[in-house]
């Protein structure tokens, strides 16, 4: 993958790129397959925090104001955006983070 500079939008949110991502959650640890390629991601704890916070329709900008790491959550996203995990929804109203979002970004102890 190269290495090219995605911009990306913090007051929008995001979803997985096409119907070919999957997750699963696993006791707090999210992988993510791209069923197109076969590729599969696993994120730290903070990143599988954002990753969910993401496919639920949260922003950016919502994840900054509540992460530990919240300097990393640009860099993350654009990376997400690089592998063509996600793409950018502006026609999709932001979801309020959830509580239990919230909390997980919160006690992360590792960046993304």
């Given at each position: 993958?190269?290495?090219?500079?995605?911009?990306?939008?913090?007051?929008?949110?995001?979803?997985?790129?096409?119907?070919?991502?999957?997750?699963?959650?696993?006791?707090?640890?999210?992988v993510?397959?791209?069923?197109?390629?076969?590729?599969?991601?696993?994120?730290?704890?903070?990143?599988?925090?954002?990753?969910?916070?993401?496919?639920?329709?949260?922003?950016?900008?919502d994840?900054?104001?509540?992460?530990?790491?919240?300097?990393?959550?640009?860099?993350?996203?654009?990376?997400?955006?690089?592998?063509?995990?996600?793409?950018?929804?502006?026609?999709?109203?932001?979801?309020?983070?959830?509580?239990?979002?919230?909390?997980?970004?919160?006690?992360?102890?590792?960046?993304?």
């Amino acid at each position: 993958m190269s290495a090219t500079a995605v911009t990306i939008d913090l007051g929008v949110p995001y979803a997985p790129a096409s119907s070919d991502i999957a997750h699963e959650s696993f006791d707090g640890d999210v992988v993510v397959v791209d069923l197109e390629n076969g590729k599969y991601y696993s994120f730290t704890r903070s990143g599988s925090a954002i990753w969910l916070a993401l496919v639920e329709a949260a922003t950016p900008a919502d994840l900054i104001e509540h992460g530990a790491f919240a300097d990393a959550v640009p860099e993350f996203v654009q990376r997400l955006c690089r592998y063509r995990l996600i793409v950018a929804r502006p026609d999709v109203a932001p979801a309020p983070l959830s509580a239990a979002c919230a909390e997980r970004l919160r006690n992360s102890i590792e960046a993304p």
